[in-house]
């Protein structure tokens, strides 16, 4: 994909009749990271207690239907004050495809980046989606839930790739076959089984499918996913974790590569359908991504 192909919306990114509250928020990433927070509460670190019967609503998947939800509560532009009691339950994914969205909506190349984040616990990495925008000279990483008042001690706006902040998984899972890290200490949450080498595999496609602007929720299970490292591809995520990491370093080659793996291997890619494993109710359905999302 070229830096065109990022300035587009996907069918998650894509505000449909909502387009014009996009128009109106400004493209500053201070602007632009505290409207996501405005906007969306984290359903279960948002320093509230949201009703029961509204924490599904972090499998809303696309940001047409996220903006239904607040504009039925909140009939304001996206940069008015709500309270957050009232903003719409998610977390990650919804900060970082809302954050897109708006920098899509007025041009600007960006697209989302799944990975562990090591800044919320400390000894844990946890799973992370951040957003990666071209300002024109180079990708830069930010993360849109981090409120920069807080004691980040470091710049949630720009973070620095090197620093071990955020790790892609596709570096996360190259550390692990060179058995350079723990895989047990990456996850969802210390205290939840949900970890370890064969997530981090998973993960690769995630970021793999993200990548080409399939921005699926981290819950979202397909094609070559699997529960147990002993089912898995490892030769496969090898192979596309070393791509992922010379697109990074501006290889187009790697980059072509990867569209066209991506395009043709029905191992890599949601295709019309994927199993969804809510994290509200732990229920797991079948997700048709054709249908109409009103």
Not at 78 to 107: F, K
Not at 202 to 215: F, G, I, K, T
Not at 281 to 289: A, P, Q, R, Y
Request: hydrophobic share 40%; with cysteine.
């Amino acid at each position: 994909m070229d830096l065109d192909d990022y300035r587009k919306h996907s069918p998650y990114s894509d505000p449909g009749r909502h387009g014009g509250l996009l128009d109106a928020v400004a493209t500053d990433i201070p602007t632009v990271a505290a409207t996501a927070r405005n906007v969306i509460v984290h359903f279960r670190a948002g320093g509230v207690e949201l009703p029961v019967d509204r924490l599904e609503e972090v499998n809303s998947r696309w940001v047409d239907r996220i903006l239904d939800t607040d504009q039925s509560r909140c009939p304001l532009p996206l940069t008015s004050g709500r309270p957050a009691a009232e903003r719409v339950a998610g977390c990650c994914p919804d900060h970082t495809l809302l954050s897109v969205a708006i920098l899509r909506q007025h041009g600007i190349p960006s697209r989302s980046r799944v990975g562990f984040a090591s800044y919320f616990t400390p000894g844990w990495h946890h799973d992370h989606v951040v957003v990666e925008y071209w300002d024109g000279h180079r990708w830069v990483w930010v993360d849109p839930e981090l409120d920069p008042a807080g004691d980040w001690q470091f710049d949630g706006y720009d973070i620095d790739p090197r620093a071990g902040l955020f790790d892609s998984a596709a570096r996360v899972w190259s550390a692990y076959r060179a058995g350079t890290i723990d895989p047990d200490v990456y996850g969802v949450a210390p205290d939840l089984p949900i970890h370890g080498a064969w997530f981090i595999y998973n993960y690769v496609l995630h970021e793999l499918a993200h990548r080409q602007r399939d921005e699926l929720l981290l819950w979202d299970s397909f094609g070559a996913m699997t529960e147990d490292l002993a089912d898995a591809d490892r030769t496969l995520a090898d192979e596309i974790a070393a791509l992922l990491l010379r697109a990074d370093d501006g290889d187009e080659t790697a980059e072509k590569a990867l569209a066209d793996r991506y395009a043709t291997d029905s191992r890599l890619r949601p295709g019309a359908r994927v199993r969804s494993y809510s994290p509200v109710s732990g229920t797991v359905s079948t997700v048709d991504l054709r249908v109409s999302r009103r």
